[in-house]
């Protein structure tokens, strides 16, 4: 297993995670999950034998089962791992009982420590952004959880760029803990981070924790031309709710190509599709959620080989997606200039000449 440094902090985190979303047993985000306790005590082992040292979970999950399952399954291996979770969703009938006020923060911190069975969260994300909320608010409470030796990093998740880039100023103007990394949707057929968020994190020093990077399990093989979505993927189940919007076209010849290279490399098409999100250089951790241990063994396989740099291209090339502008301009006139590590994939550098 790879590791890498969480963005700009000096905590190196597996190149792939373990999502619990699945833990519990209730209806989680328009999805039913299913994975109980047993399941769940073979998928962490599963993934402690593949080198996974970061386990995802959240307080919304399964009404907190989630969390609970996730404890109870690390159990003595918890001080050799990390574990992340998050603040934001609605947990009760109250009015306080969601959102980022210090009221909600600090305590969905407790309720979390005491399902987990642990005296610490490693990473803290706020699992979304509070409009409602002043943004030193909710920073000042993270400062203090981790303060006060409850929280190790904290980090956010679902934001747009100008969000985390003015959380991160707030937090160096009043001295604050800063996000050190954002969870964010991206795959071969959500390539949306592209165009803001990642050069940002780069620039900033902000990881990337990936999450659906089959975007719900299209990106699995499964999913075929003129045929009906399976029944046993998120995206089979509750269509786009969660997982975005795809172009067919595209997805679909993304999905041809990913396919000759699986064949090619006697690997799945998940494999080939993780891989190329591991290619990406802000990119931290891709974290994986699977239905059984069997999906979970065969998405984590993806950690003992690598795309070649022109399977990275030609991956890179079939799945460019339309830029908006000052993205698309940007790539076309000054690419050469974009970054001292090069131009992005995919850009077309237009030389002007004075003849």
């Given amino acids: 297993m790879e590791y890498r440094f969480l963005g700009a902090s ?3 985190v597996s190149a792939f995670a373990l999502g619990t979303m699945g833990f519990g047993g209730a209806a989680t985000g328009g999805w039913v999950a299913t994975i109980d306790e047993h399941a769940a005590r073979e998928q ?10 970061l386990f995802d979970t959240a307080n919304g999950y399964s009404k907190g089962e989630s969390e609970r399952l996730l404890g109870l399954a690390l159990g003595p291996d918890r001080d050799r791992v990390l574990v992340s979770t998050k603040v934001h969703s609605r947990v009760g009938d109250g009015p306080n009982d969601a959102g980022q006020s210090r009221w909600h923060v600090m ?20 699992h979304g952004f509070d409009g409602c909320t002043p943004l ?36 160096q103007r009043l001295g604050l803990e800063r996000f050190v990394a954002t969870q964010s949707y991206y795959s071969l057929v959500a390539r949306e981070l592209e165009n ?9 020093g902000v990881g990337v924790l990936v999450w659906s990077p089959l975007a719900g399990g299209f990106l699995s093989g499964k999913f075929m031309r003129d045929a009906d979505a399976p029944g046993d993927t998120r995206r089979g189940m509750i269509g786009e709710l969660g997982v975005g919007h795809i172009d067919v076209e595209r997805g679909y010849a993304t999905l041809d190509v990913a396919r000759e290279i699986a064949h090619a490399r006697g690997a799945s098409v998940a494999q080939v599709a993780l891989n190329w999100l591991r290619s990406r250089p802000e990119v931290s951790s891709v974290i994986i959620g699977a239905r059984t241990t069997e999906q979970l063994a065969d998405n984590l396989a993806a950690a003992t080989w690598t795309l070649s740099p ?15 502008y000052p993205t698309w301009y940007q790539r076309q006139f000054t690419a050469e200039r974009s970054s001292r590590n090069g131009a992005p994939p995919g850009a077309f550098s237009y030389r002007f000449t004075t003849d």
């Avoid at 305590?107 to 706020?126: F, K, N, W």
């Avoid at 203090?144 to 880039?165: E, H, M, P």
């Avoid at 803001?196 to 900033?204: I, V």
């Avoid at 022109?310 to 908006?324: G, H, K, N």
């Fill in 310 to 324: 022109d399977e990275v291209a030609l991956l890179d090339a079939t799945s460019e997606p339309v830029r908006p």
């Fill in 107 to 126: 305590r969905a911190c407790e309720d979390s420590l005491r399902r987990l069975g642990t005296d610490r969260i490693d990473i803290y994300h706020v």
């Fill in 196 to 204: 803001e968020l990642l050069p940002m994190c780069a620039d900033q």
């Fill in 136 to 171: 030193d608010e909710t920073l000042r409470a993270l400062d203090d959880l981790v303060r006060a030796g409850k929280v190790r990093y904290v980090a956010c998740s679902n934001f747009a760029a100008w969000q985390i880039t003015k959380a991160l100023g707030i937090s």
């Fill in 10 to 12: 000096g905590l190196r």
């Fill in 44 to 53: 962490v082992r599963c993934a402690l034998d593949a080198g996974v040292n």
